[in-house]
C-alpha cells in the first residue's frame, strides 16, 4: 500500500459515463476485474486521490487481488502440495468426442 499515492497520483478518478463504462479497457485484469474497477472508481472519484488513499483501501485491495491473483494462485499451489502429499492420482480426462454440455447436444432446428 505504500506505493498507492506514488502510482495513482498519475490516473486522476473522475467518473464519467465513458470512463464507467469503459473501466475494465485501463484495467489489467480486463472485463474480470472490471466490477472491482467500477467499485474503486466509484469510491475514489467522489472522495479524491488522497483521501481515497485511507478511505478506499478495501476497494483498491480487492481490485489489486484480482488483478494479480494473488490468493488464487497461493490456494492452487496448496493443493498441489496436498495432493503430492497424500498421492492422489489426477483425474481421467473426459474423451475427446464429448460436449461440456452434452443435454444441448441433440437439439434439431
Known amino acids: 500500500m505504500e506505493d498507492f499515492g506514488k502510482k495513482m497520483e498519475q490516473v486522476v478518478p473522475v467518473q464519467t459515463p465513458l470512463t464507467y463504462n469503459f473501466a475494465w479497457v485501463n484495467s489489467h485484469g480486463g472485463r474480470r476485474c472490471e466490477i472491482f474497477e467500477k467499485q474503486w472508481l466509484d469510491c475514489a472519484s467522489k472522495l479524491g486521490l488522497y483521501k481515497a488513499e485511507k478511505v ?13 491473483m494473488d490468493i ?10 496436498e495432493r503430492q ?3 492422489l492420482p489426477y483425474q481421467d480426462p473426459p474423451p475427446y468426442d464429448t460436449l461440456p454440455y452434452q443435454k444441448f447436444k441433440t437439439v434439431v432446428f
Open 72 to 81: 488464487a494462485y497461493k490456494r492452487y499451489m496448496r493443493m498441489q502440495e
Open 56 to 68: 478506499c483501501k478495501f476497494e483498491l485491495q480487492d481490485l489489486k487481488e484480482c488483478e494479480r
Open 85 to 87: 502429499k497424500k498421492g
